[in-house]
């Protein structure tokens, strides 16, 4: 089956750890792209990726990486920098140009 | 720039009812607009989408939406809903060509009562 996978579903983090958020998918899709999710607040881009080694920031860009060493995989961490971690992360790929993104089931991280 | 406007953040009907859920955009380009849903714990799923040409567009499951450039609107509609359509239902915008950045509207909720 074709499509994207995200692990672990839940992840907690103590203060002042960094924490790695897997993404993969199986598409063969250019783009990708991470999300933050808040209620009330809809979806937030963090970071995308057009193409390997190469990725831009999003809006809420601060206290997050990322890297992109293979087309199929774009894992996020969230540095200690980031304050307020809690929330639902979503990823998500195109085909670079084409309108229609396609989601994984998401990873929900949770401060200690 | 772009931005998506869901007035209602939660929407409760009974089964079988009709339903809408209001979007409303604001580009200074031409659109591409989407409806998501997403049901609990999980990743978004895409329900419909507008690109060009008719201005209705319709969803496998029954669901609806109608592309209006002069109220700038694209609500979604559902002439009877199912206990299954319970979910968070999410607006979208893109612009066309070069790097389409989406812009995700609040989200509603909708609850199907029994």
């Known amino acids: 089956d074709g499509g994207i996978t995200q692990s672990p579903k839940y992840l907690f983090r103590k203060e002042g750890q960094n924490v790695t958020l897997s993404c993969e998918q199986n598409?063969?899709?250019?783009?990708m792209y991470w999300y933050r999710q808040d209620p009330g607040q809809g979806l937030r881009l963090i970071y995308y990726s057009q193409i390997v080694n190469d990725f831009q920031k999003g809006d809420i860009a601060e206290g997050y990486s990322v890297s992109r060493e293979k087309k199929e995989s774009f894992p996020l961490t969230v540095t200690s920098a980031q304050k307020n971690p809690t929330a639902f992360y979503l990823c998500a790929s195109s085909i670079w140009g084409q309108e229609t993104q396609y989601f994984g089931p998401g990873t929900r991280l949770l401060v200690l | 720039a772009q931005s998506v406007t869901q007035l209602d953040s939660q929407v409760p009907v009974f089964e079988e009812a009709p339903v809408e859920l209001r979007c409303n955009y604001s580009?200074?380009?031409?659109?591409?607009l989407f409806w998501y849903v997403q049901y609990p714990n999980q990743g978004l799923q895409l329900l419909l989408k507008?690109?060009?040409?008719?201005?209705l567009v319709e969803s496998i499951n029954g669901f609806e939406a109608e592309f209006n450039k002069s109220q700038t609107s694209f609500h979604l509609r559902k002439p009877s809903v199912h206990i299954s359509d319970t979910a968070e239902y999410f607006c979208a915008v893109s612009d066309p060509g070069g790097y389409q950045k989406v812009t995700f509207g609040t989200g509603t909720k909708l609850q199907v009562i029994p």
């Open positions: 507008y690109l060009s040409g008719s201005t």
């Open positions: 598409l063969n899709h250019d783009a």
């Open positions: 580009s200074s380009v031409s659109v591409y």
